[in-house]
């Protein structure tokens, strides 16, 4: 008994994937490849494939990108193949007709290409001329759909040679949407898929592809993507060969990427990317002799011809799984690193080059951009970073940022290992390990050190815009530039010691016992005020004594500090705002006020703890006119002011936003000078 095929369950079960919506087009246009190769000897001619797109011509609707000049594109409704290969012969419509078919099953072709057709359009028309045995020009003409399979209908009229004409109708939205849409990029997937005709002995008919009033000949991608074949190569991987085909593409913006094709049945299955698999590889390569070319790899085998998938979109080859060596069996990565290895012989002196100016490229952002992987730098090296010489700083921060945190994970397992061995009896080789660990924490730690330093570096300049005007004449408001030197409305239980940049006032504020920024004294768990006033920092030291000693705590205070920001060009240091006159009333409260630490503990009386107060402000008028009431001094470059209030008891220090970072800078710079930042 025969068994029955259901043409709409084979459709259902046949994979598409949506990255491959041309691929319908793609297996007519080889079919068509394939009738010219199968003509009968003395046309001469290459043969000639005509692809138009056809559109819808009610609807405008733009599915590609907005660009200037760019008319709006309408959709895409279908296809046409016109070729003057052999046509239809009875051998080719019964071969049609017999799903899963053998026949040019020497070329690859597995019988499931019209499947395509229908997983991706509504309905196929198919016209064609053929020469009977007798050498008669005979024509037919069908149609072929899931609800009516293959129609035929009548002869096909108009034909004067063989050849075909094939129609895709009705695009489904579905892969509408995924395909191209310019002819540009129609033709040029186009090429790509069929490229492997092209490179053969005899070449590839001659094929255009048109729209409207556009048309793109393939031919003429051939001369604009392709600089020169370089070399075939062999390679044999576990007893299988594999051929591959070595190009030089022209460099542009569309051919900037090294990549592998893996092709079976004289088509690209696969591409892949080959960026950074080859150390030295990653986009554009220079040559002494012709400049600057992309490489490409076209790889063929019967290996791969005879585990492509029906679908053709991917090989039946298992991965390599860990642990699990494959005896008899071929992984693709196996292949994979058998082509690598090629490629690196292959373009051997390029890639050397290459490497030299990655090399360059590393070094150059560590000593300008980045001095903190400099310690580290000879560690990174011996991993074998390659980087392409165009890389991007951020990138390449992100790279060099992961090798440093893989030095650090491999240094503390290093240790772990190191410091359980000191316990027991250490083994031959001890010492030298130990060395070994002890330089690599050195060189860490030195790490560490100088992206503080760069931080540090990368703070100033940030304060350094901020007090800049902005092109409307403007300055940043103070909670920006609070912001930066602690985060507002935090205290010391929020805010970490290196969460905060109080070091651009005052190195030693960058050492404290409790932080308050931007809170009201009510809310301080320090002081029993119940004012609503808000200091913008307030930091107290506590000097060394016994008191709760036990409770991390140690008593009394020995300072307060009170720092108040301003707005840059700020002209209100009226008697109702006069930032010094502030600050010593905020002293003034604390002292007054039932002190507790943190903890809710009361604090030993302690009736004159000295107090600092420092004035973030520019030197306007009214202010310099407060200073001098308050009978401060300038300071040497005239960028501040500074005194000694005797009765409250609170040194005072009034600092231009100018003042302040140079002073912060000057107090940076033999580390900024050691690391080679600009200072």
């Known amino acids: 008994m025969a068994l029955k095929t259901s043409l709409a369950g084979r459709v259902r079960n046949t994979s598409l994937p949506k990255s491959h919506a041309l691929l319908p087009l793609l297996e007519v246009i080889v079919n068509s490849i394939q009738a010219i190769d199968a003509r009968r000897d003395g046309y001469g001619e290459p043969g000639r494939i005509d692809v138009q797109v056809h559109r819808d011509s009610q609807i405008e609707l733009d599915f590609g990108p907005a660009g200037p000049g760019r008319a709006p594109m309408k959709p895409i409704m279908g296809f046409t193949v016109a070729d003057d290969g052999v046509g239809f012969t009875a051998q080719n419509m019964s071969s049609f007709e017999t799903l899963d078919s053998d026949f040019k099953s020497n070329l690859g072709c597995r019988g499931v290409g019209r499947l395509l ?16 045995e007798n050498g008669n020009l005979r024509g037919r003409q069908f149609k072929f759909s899931i609800e009516h399979e293959v129609e035929h209908d009548g002869d096909a009229e108009g034909f004067t040679h063989p050849g075909a004409v094939v129609s895709l ?12 849409k310019g002819v540009d990029a129609i033709a040029r997937e186009v090429f790509e898929h069929c490229i492997w005709y092209f490179l053969r002995p005899g070449g590839a008919p001659l094929v255009t592809v048109a729209d409207d009033d556009e048309s793109v000949s393939l031919a003429s991608l051939m001369d604009e993507f392709i600089d020169s074949a370089m070399s075939s190569t062999r390679i044999k991987v576990k007893g ?25 049945a004289s088509r690209v299955v696969v591409e892949e990317n080959l960026s950074g698999k080859v150390p030295g590889l990653h986009g554009k390569l220079k040559d002494a002799d012709s400049g600057e070319f992309v490489y490409a790899c076209y790889l063929t085998s019967d290996f791969l011809d005879e585990r492509v998938r029906s679908d053709r979109t991917a090989f039946d080859i298992s991965d390599r799984i860990a642990g699990e060596p494959l005896v008899d069996d071929l992984s693709l990565d196996d292949i994979r690193e058998a082509v690598l290895e090629e490629v690196g012989k292959i373009l051997k002196d390029p890639l050397e080059t290459a490497r030299e100016q990655g090399k360059q490229r590393v070094h150059d952002f560590v000593s300008k951009r980045a001095p903190r992987y400099r ?67 050195s060189e860490i730690n030195q790490s560490d050190l100088a992206a503080y330093v760069s931080r540090r570096r990368t703070v100033l300049d940030l304060l350094g815009r901020l007090i800049r005007a902005d092109k409307d004449g403007k300055y940043s408001r103070e909670d920006a530039i609070h912001s930066l030197i602690v985060p507002m409305r935090t205290d010391s239980n929020e805010v970490s010691s290196d969460g905060s940049n109080l070091w651009i006032v005052d190195e030693r504020l960058a050492f404290h016992d409790y932080l308050a920024s931007d809170k009201t004294l009510k809310s301080m768990p320090i002081t029993g005020s119940e004012s609503t006033k808000e200091p913008d920092i307030l930091a107290t030291r506590l000097i060394d004594s016994p008191v709760l000693a036990a409770e991390g705590q140690k008593l009394p205070l020995q300072s307060i500090v009170v720092v108040e920001i301003k707005r840059p060009m700020r002209r209100d240091a009226t008697e109702d705002k006069n930032p010094i006159q502030q600050c010593l009333d905020y002293v003034k409260r604390i002292r007054a006020g039932g002190v507790l630490t943190a903890m809710g503990r009361p604090i030993p009386a302690t009736p004159a703890p000295p107090a600092f107060c420092y004035i973030i402000a520019d030197l306007t008028e009214r202010m310099i006119e407060r200073c001098e009431i308050s009978n401060l001094r300038p300071t040497h470059d005239g960028l501040g002011y500074f005194g000694f209030n005797d009765s409250a008891k609170a040194y005072i220090e009034v600092m231009s936003f100018d003042g302040l970072v140079n002073s912060a800078t000057e107090r940076n710079r033999a580390f900024f000078d050691k690391l080679g930042l600009p200072s």
């Open 169 to 180: 109708d009705g695009f489904k939205k579905s892969f509408q949407e995924h395909a191209p």
């Open 240 to 264: 299988q060969k594999f051929d591959m085909l070595n190009l030089r593409l022209k460099s542009s913006t569309r051919n900037s990427v090294p990549r592998l094709h893996w092709c079976a």
């Open 117 to 132: 057709w229908l997983k991706a359009f509504d309905r196929v028309s198919v016209r064609s001329a053929y020469e009977d």
């Open 375 to 441: 310690p580290v730098l000879a560690k990174i090296e011996e991993r074998g970073i390659t980087v392409d010489p165009s890389v991007k700083d951020q990138d390449l921060e992100l790279q060099l940022h992961g090798h440093l945190q893989k030095i650090e994970s491999e240094a503390l397992v290093q240790g772990q290992e190191i410091f359980a061995e000191a316990d027991a009896e250490p083994a031959e080789g001890y010492e030298e390990r130990l060395a070994a660990y002890l330089s690599t924490v």
